[in-house]
C-alpha cells in the first residue's frame, strides 16, 4: 500500500488508524472462510445467485479488512475496503482487477434493487476458489510475522 494515498485516506477520513487487534483480525479472517464454506453449500440457480454473490462478496471483504487492521487501520467505508487486496501477490493477481466490478455489483444489488445475474455469482465464486485461500494463507503468514512469540490458533 502506497503510503502517500494513506496519508490521503487517512486525511480524507475514509480509513483510521487502529491497533492491531490480532484475534479480530483471526475472527475476520475464519468468519469469512466458515461464511464462504456455507455458501458454496447453496445450490446456485436464478432465486440464490443474489444471495451468492452477497455472501461470498462479503467474505472477499472480510479478508480486505482484515488486511488493513493487520496493517494499523480501520477502512470507514466498502469503497476503500478492497484497496486492500490489491496488492497482494498471488498466483492469479489478474483476477484481482474484477474487484472494482464486484463492489459496483455488489451496490447495485444492494441500493439499486438488481438482482445478480448466475454469471455474476459464478465469477465470484471462482474468484474466491482461486483467489480466497491464497489470501487466507497471506494474511495468516502475516499474523504470524506480526507476532512469532505467540501461538495464535488461525
Known amino acids: ?5 494513506i496519508g490521503v485516506w487517512l486525511k480524507s477520513r475514509i480509513i483510521r488508524n487502529r491497533q ?19 455458501t458454496k453449500s447453496i445450490k446456485l440457480n436464478n432465486d440464490t445467485a443474489t444471495l451468492i454473490f452477497r455472501e461470498i462478496y462479503e467474505s472477499v471483504r472480510q479478508l480486505a479488512d482484515a488486511k488493513w487492521w493487520l496493517l494499523g487501520y480501520e477502512p470507514l467505508n466498502h469503497e476503500i475496503s478492497l484497496e486492500a487486496l490489491k496488492d497482494f501477490d498471488i498466483k492469479d493477481k489478474l483476477k484481482l482487477n474484477s474487484l472494482d466490478r464486484f463492489k459496483k455489483t455488489r451496490h447495485d444489488v ?37 507476532n512469532p512469540r505467540e501461538n495464535h490458533k488461525v
Open 20 to 38: 492491531r487487534d490480532i484475534e479480530k483480525i483471526i475472527s475476520m479472517i475464519n468468519s469469512a472462510e466458515i461464511n464462504a464454506k456455507v
Open 110 to 146: 444492494n441500493y439499486r434493487g438488481f438482482r445478480a445475474t448466475i454469471q455474476q455469482a459464478e465469477e465470484i465464486l471462482d474468484f474466491w476458489d482461486k483467489c480466497g485461500g491464497e489470501i487466507i494463507k497471506k494474511l495468516r503468514d502475516e499474523i504470524g510475522e506480526a
Open 1 to 5: 500500500m502506497k503510503k502517500e494515498f
